[in-house]
């Protein structure tokens, strides 16, 4: 009995460790991926409000602020994200074992991609208004809905479409790399398997690098959202022909939302004049 209890004594510790060793993980990954997100946002907020005589938003005081005054911003609201992949962890060996562990990993699984979903927007935010992590998450919230939007940007395909480019850069990386194994390497019994492990890797190698720039893009794009939403008619005053575009996008997909947000009487539709 008593080696028993020494023995579950020693399984638990062995958890504790290696859940605070994976929350260490985690939470160092996902604050170093939010960090670049961060500055990623105030490069764009730079592009859209770059008459701002603040210069809150250029490169060196984006860095500046992303690693210290925003930095406990950046991990309070990644150290969530990470504590859920690290109990996760545990929840995923016990799903075989258990449904009670299927039921509470799918639940995990949940919350994790609205925290992640949640984050992503906030830190957005956070960059282009200073605010911390909970008031830039309920500001958002606010800003979207007093906007209408919050159907708009759940309409988004742009990650899914990164998600195929960086499909399609993994296979043309994988099909290069066998091909240049199959046509220099010499006849030999191992020349399959060399290809074949040759075009996997540069399959996975293929889709990480391209997934670091679509990453990028997408925060761009996530950037452009907010920025749109909060002044658009900063774009009118240092990119004017983006706005103009822009304005007759959203009168032509989503006429009923940009007249909510009350934008559609302030940037009229551009006129579209007829080729002769």
């Not at 449904?99 to 282009?128: M, P, R, S, V």
């Not at 399959?203 to 997934?211: E, K």
Request: charged share 15%.
């Amino acid at each position: 009995l008593t080696s028993n209890t020494e023995q579950g004594n020693s399984g638990f510790i062995y958890k504790i460790v290696v859940f605070f060793l994976l929350l260490s993980w985690y939470w160092g990954a996902i604050t170093f991926g939010n960090i670049i997100n961060f500055i990623t946002a105030c490069t764009v907020g730079d592009w859209w409000f770059s008459n701002d005589d603040s210069g809150l938003y250029t490169m060196s005081n984006s860095i500046k602020r992303a690693f210290t005054r925003n930095l406990g911003t950046i991990c309070f609201g990644s150290l969530f994200q990470a504590i859920i992949k690290a109990l996760r962890f545990f929840t995923g060996d016990g799903r075989k074992k258990s449904i009670i562990a299927c039921i509470i990993d799918y639940i995990l699984q949940i919350i994790e991609k609205l925290i992640g979903y949640l984050n992503d927007w906030a830190f957005t935010f956070a960059a282009l208004t200073g605010e911390g992590f909970v008031q830039a998450s309920r500001s958002f919230i606010n800003l979207f809905k007093q906007r209408g939007w919050t159907a708009i940007i759940n309409d988004s395909i742009v990650g899914t479409t990164l998600m195929f480019i960086n499909l399609g850069i993994g296979i043309i990386s994988a099909a290069a790399g066998g091909s240049i194994i199959y046509i220099t390497m010499i006849q030999s019994p191992e020349k399959h398997i060399a290809v074949i492990c040759v075009s996997l890797i540069s399959f996975v190698i293929g889709i990480f690098m391209s997934s670091i720039i679509t990453t990028l893009l997408t925060s761009c794009v996530r950037t452009v959202f907010v920025c749109f939403a909060l002044n658009p008619a900063a774009l009118g005053a240092t990119h004017p022909e983006h706005l103009e575009k822009l304005t007759k996008v959203w009168h032509k997909f989503y006429p009923e939302e940009f007249t909510t947000s009350g934008y559609a009487n302030q940037f009229k539709e551009p006129p579209v004049y007829s080729q002769c």
